[in-house]
């Protein structure tokens, strides 16, 4: 019986995870390795997984890493869609992406305009001992950026092309084959349509905060005719309306910067990575392209670029659709996507604006928000305005709150 030897950050992991890391390792040809567990990333952005880097050290080879991520165990810390959010992302790393790599190599697509994702060394599903390990990305060159600032033309064009490739797979597996496209379509959980009580507290609690900060009078008034009064809801409505519809596709389903990897050479973007498919569902292309728009830059950049990017996606679908033998007229012609636009806007904007106040928290608000998360009651959504009363957060979120109403007033959305 080979026996590893566990070091580091794994207090908040239980032994039966380990177990299936260590079965993982036996089947990559490791046997009696010390093995090194460390943190990875901000602990405040990781509201559904415990993320660490496994390092095996091996006498006989060089240091082998990946990336594990753990499900919370204690109850307190476990919210009731863990489950289902880790069983998404195992389906799409261990079903659907190998399925679209199958799709791409009958169709002869070349290499490099292939859709990239991370290897996938094997997940385990079990309630309670979830666990997904992947490709540790770093020892590639790429990296993540900082959430705070605007991503760049150059970064979004970019991130937009994998999406394109990424829906245009879709369309290639509904036209091949259909139920397992309504297969995949039925098993992966929208978390948009099922959020989970101690989310929409928190949503909630970002609304009243929202109203609150804004002092334009028209902003004001925008604000309170097309914010949502129950996500859940406008969510199983945009479903419903699109039910049969052919232009639905598999989702990345969580865009925002922390969720997307980008390789440099000097100064010059080569290549970008999207990682994390444990919001992955079924849904029209905007609630992809507006949650990555709105979440991932700041107005000025949008009025510079935003008609360029909607054109941009829809120019790289159209040509990565010819490689299965099809037409972008009858896929999904750009009316059709200027439609879709309009339709899903009310639900972009309420994703938009919890990822705004996400994205202006610091470190230390994002743990506290994390606590938010595991308590809601009104003692602690009082604690928590206390907390950030006299920190730079309201300042932050009310420019990208000011910015997300403009712009959707801008591009004529509402």
Known sequence: MQEFYYEGATSDISSQPLQYVTEVLEELGFNNSKVLVEVVGDTADNFSANVKRIVVVDDERKPFK???????????????????????????????????????????????QRLKFAKCYGGCKEPEHEVILLEDLNLSGFSILDKTKSLSNECVITILKNIAKLHSLSHALRNTDPKKFDEFKNTLFDIWQNLEIKRLCYLNFVKDQAMALLTDGKQKDTFKRVIISDIN???????KKYKDSHFT???????????????????????CIMIDYQVARVNIPPADLMYLIFSCTDHSTRLKYFNTWIDCYHTELAKALQYYGLQISSIYPKDQLYLDLKNYSKVAFDKSLLLASVTSL???????????????DNHSQTALIDEFRNSEYFGKFKEKLEGLIDSFVQFDLF
């Open 66 to 112: 990946m990336i594990a991520k753990f499900a919370p165990t204690q109850a307190h810390l476990r919210l009731g869609d863990i489950t289902q959010l880790f069983r998404n992302e195992i389906i799409m790393y261990t079903e659907v992406l190998p399925l679209f790599k199958e799709l791409e190599e009958n169709a002869n697509v070349p290499e490099t």
């Open 233 to 239: 809801t406008a969510t199983a409505e945009v479903i």
């Open 249 to 271: 596709v598999i989702l990345q389903g969580d865009l925002w910067t922390n969720n997307i990897m980008f390789k440099f050479d000097s100064e010059n973007l080569v290549e």
């Open 362 to 376: 610091s470190s230390d608000e994002g743990v506290k928000v994390k606590e938010f998360l595991e308590q809601s």
